[in-house]
């Protein structure tokens, strides 16, 4: 009997030990790789047994540090000094080798600059808000205007009023006014006070236009001194600045009055410039990375789950043609997730400005979140519908039966018979949706490219992407994904446990 229970363990050990090699190699080591990673600052290029070494690095940083000769042996069969002397190069290794050079480099105390170890430094940036403000949800200001841009023709902005001429007394509404005339909807600017007027009649003086007597950056320098005297309102630079020009060019009769009425134009727009640099500005909100995943996470979750089960309901209810339907309602979760970002891509930038006559869909941050949002759903439902659909017809038909034989109306039966039967399958659903929606990357990296930032549409898995590969900043991209991990751990595994204890008390 003791013969057979040794046997018997035996062989259990015997099949469990592939599974925990597997394990062990696809993510017991790299889980806690990745950790040691995140606790350096590494580049993700620069090696820790660096291929070039500096001769004076090498020769007194490295070399004379080393108490054992077997590990300066070592080293100087792996590394030659380069022909000029400048720089000690590494053969082609092995793991094996690198890693022991990797140690032996450790004894002495030697780093590479951009893979040293750090400590926790990642961790504390990133949960410190020490990152860039991309990173975290904020509130900002947006200034609509530059003093030293040139005014705007004509003011279209559906906001402007709101965002600028309800901000402004009545004396500086005067000022606007003395500029700008309303023309419908839009405000535009008076011909007299027109920029480029100004500037034409001093270009178009003869001693600048036809005879070239005054060099053409003399008469730019000029104007833009003019413009920084008008936006700081100090007249007697502008006056200084008038005087020293026509003096220094000998200006007199016509070409005078012309260079005077000119500048005296550019220097009065300064009050208008002044008071839309400092007035016309509008609050907004960035909802960052951060934001943006809690933003995908909870909407997409929401929207995926309630259009399956509504779509579920609707073919267990017997219509006409259930099966049919159940294969096109599935058939965007067969189709690559990229594939259905570009088709969705292609719609929004040609189909839909067509139809509705508004240009911009998917460039308009401020409907781009809702579209990636749309777009997950249309392509997740179809899966989960699957798996309501499945809870639905596992419900016995005899407890439906008997409840309608009992005067249940189908809310009733809805509410306490449907819903709670169908918890075990509401719960794998969210499970999976919600670990998804946190690790999202390729729908939303398909659909912005490269814009995703400027959309306000940046998931932490693409903020991780784009620090490991673009930035250069393996280290700190190698922390967030750990946090990530912990998160994802934490919030699906506390869903689970909720969502269980409710199948148990049903």
Do not use: C
């Not at 007394?169 to 005339?181: N, V």
């Not at 919600?434 to 995703?452: P, Q, R």
Request: hydrophobic content about 45%.
């Amino acid at each position: 009997m003791v013969e057979n229970k040794r046997r018997i363990a035996f062989h259990f050990i015997l099949f469990l030990l592939p599974a925990f090699f597997l394990y062990t190699l696809f993510f017991i080591y790299p889980f806690f790789r990745g950790f040691s990673i995140s606790l350096t600052n590494w580049d993700g290029l620069t090696p820790r047994a660096p291929i070039t070494i500096e001769s004076g690095v090498f020769e007194t940083s490295i070399m004379s540090r080393l108490e054992r000769q077997s590990d300066r042996e070592y080293l100087l069969s792996l590394y030659s000094k380069n022909e000029d002397g400048t720089a000690w190069s590494r053969l082609g290794v092995s793991g094996g080798q690198r890693r022991k050079i990797e140690s032996i480099l450790s004894r002495a105390g030697y780093e590479p600059e951009s893979n040293r170890f750090v400590g926790l430094r990642n961790y504390r940036d990133i949960l410190g808000g020490r990152l860039s403000d991309a990173f975290y949800p904020r509130s900002y200001t947006l200034r609509h205007f530059n003093a030293t841009s040139a005014l705007p023709i004509s003011l279209e902005d559906p906001n402007f009023e709101a965002d600028f001429l309800a901000r402004l007394t009545d004396g500086e509404r005067a000022i606007f006014d003395r500029y700008y005339q309303r023309e419908g909807k839009a405000f535009s600017i008076k011909n007299e006070n027109a920029e480029f007027d100004l500037e034409d009649l001093i270009w178009l003086i003869p001693e600048i236009d036809e005879t070239g007597f005054i060099p053409e950056n003399d008469a730019s320098d000029f104007m833009d001194d003019v413009r920084a005297a008008g936006v700081s309102g100090d007249k007697a630079a502008f006056e200084s600045l008038v005087t020293d020009f026509l003096r220094s060019h000998a200006l007199e009769g016509e070409s005078r009055d012309r260079v005077v009425e000119g500048a005296t134009g550019l220097y009065e727009l300064g009050d208008i410039k002044r008071l839309f640099s400092t007035k016309w500005k509008s609050e907004g909100f960035d909802l960052g990375v951060i934001g943006f995943t809690l933003f995908f996470t909870v909407f997409s979750v929401l929207g995926i789950n309630l259009l399956a089960f509504l779509l579920a309901l609707a073919l267990d209810s017997g219509i006409r043609g259930q099966k049919v339907m159940r294969s096109i309602f599935f058939l965007p979760n067969v189709l690559s997730m990229v594939i259905v970002a570009l088709i969705w891509k292609m719609l929004f930038f040609q189909l839909f400005p067509r139809l509705t006559g508004i240009d911009q869909w998917l460039s308009d941050p401020a409907k781009t979140p809702w579209l990636i949002v749309l777009v997950a759903v249309w392509q997740g439902a179809g899966y989960y519908m699957i798996v309501y659909l499945a809870g639905l017809q596992n419900i016995p038909t005899d407890v439906v039966e008997a409840a309608t034989i009992d005067g249940a109306n189908p809310w009733q039966r809805f509410r306490s018979i449907t819903l709670p039967l169908l918890v075990p399958a509401i719960t794998i659903s969210f499970f999976l949706t919600l670990a998804n929606a946190l690790k999202s990357f390729d729908l939303i990296y398909a659909m912005t490219s490269g814009s995703a930032y400027t959309f306000g549409t940046v998931p932490v898995v693409l903020d991780i992407f784009f620090d490991a590969f673009a930035r250069k900043r393996a280290g700190l991209a190698t922390a967030k994904a750990m946090l990530l991990f912990v998160i994802i751990f934490a919030v699906t595994g506390i869903q689970l446990v909720i969502m269980k204890r409710k199948e148990v008390e049903q």
